[in-house]
């Protein structure tokens, strides 16, 4: 049987992303994405829970992503998960654990709604597109192994 490493989320960008360039001109963005769960604790009460995301784009999507997608947006994302390990100048291990997206769709901006702080629905997206979702797929990724990390 084979294995499998799909990952789907739909959240708010915490933090524009940001385009960098590998030596070889390989485009790379991060960014982070919100996504929200409301539960109900064994006392009764509600609580809300916020599960951070650090998504990363290669390529051509990168680049879109850097002109397309703003903190605030909602976006729908689809990639595979990837932990990479380094030691610290402590000697340390660390971890770091990205999504590596190979889809986005936009989905609009979360607009205000009510003084407490409540957001409503969508308001249109950028680019004159209506507030539908546009599709942000980009099929000549470039392998993350090519990035050199420090």
């Known amino acids: ?19 960098r360039y590998t030596a ?34 290669w390529g051509k999507l990168a680049e879109r992503m850097s002109q397309n997608v703003q903190k605030g947006d909602r976006v729908y994302v689809e990639g595979r998960m990837q932990t990479r390990s380094w030691d610290g100048p402590d000697g340390q291990k660390r971890y770091k654990t990205d999504l590596i997206a190979d889809r986005v769709l936009p989905q609009g901006r979360r607009q205000p709604v009510a003084a407490g702080g409540e957001y409503g629905g969508m308001a249109g997206g950028r680019g004159g597109n209506g507030g539908r979702a546009h599709d942000l797929h980009d099929a000549d990724m470039t392998d993350p192994d090519d990035l050199p990390f420090d």
């Open 24 to 57: 070889n001109g390989n485009a790379k963005t991060e960014f982070s994405v919100a996504t929200n769960r409301r539960y109900q604790r064994p006392d009764g009460e509600w609580a809300d829970e916020t599960e951070w995301f650090t998504v990363v784009t």
């Open 1 to 19: 049987m084979a294995d499998l490493n799909k990952v789907m989320i739909l959240g708010n960008v915490g933090r524009d992303p940001e385009i």
